[in-house]
């Protein structure tokens, strides 16, 4: 729209409140349209972002860590399940990197895990047991 206003006969100062940027913004646009027309007004070139902390094999590590053990079995602590602060020192002594943990968060949901609370399920269970309570339970409800 910028280019199109001055192509029109608006000055730049007059273009960038129209539009609403600085008057160096409207120049910078002429002069890439001018140079490459509206291909090269419209291309843009985005940063790369910041590198990773971890590397793609330590990411996968850790989330087949999260998967496949827990805490108590690696020596770490009691609990039964990873948690970000565990996992904060975890991946800080086997690693050497300090991540915060709402990184670790991101990481874990990008590998596709979400937080969950774990739940109990009792594995001595007798399902024989089990159905005959049921039966009675069932008896007493319809008399």
């Known amino acids: 729209m910028a280019v199109r ?10 273009v960038a409140s129209m539009v609403n940027v600085c008057r160096q913004t409207v120049s910078h646009y002429v002069s890439l349209f ?11 070139d985005f940063a ?3 590198e990773p902390f971890l590397t793609e094999e330590q990411q996968e590590e850790i989330k087949q860590l ?3 053990t827990t805490p108590a079995e690696l020596g770490w602590d009691v609990a ?10 975890y ?3 086997q690693f050497g990197v300090s991540i915060s943990r709402e990184a670790l968060r991101k990481l874990l949901h990008r590998k596709g895990l979400s937080w969950t ?5 009792l594995a001595k269970g007798n399902l024989d047991e089990q159905k005959q ?3 009675q339970m069932d008896l007493i409800k319809k008399t």
């Open 34 to 44: 001018n140079e490459g027309g509206l291909e090269l007004l419209l291309h843009r």
């Open 80 to 89: 039964s399940a990873w948690n970000t602060k565990l996992l904060q020192s």
């Open 133 to 135: 309570f049921e039966k």
């Open 66 to 68: 999260v998967l496949t």
């Open 91 to 93: 991946v800080a002594k």
């Open 117 to 121: 609370r774990p739940t109990y399920t």
């Open 48 to 50: 790369p972002g910041r």
């Open 5 to 14: 206003l001055v192509m029109e006969g608006y000055l730049g100062k007059e």
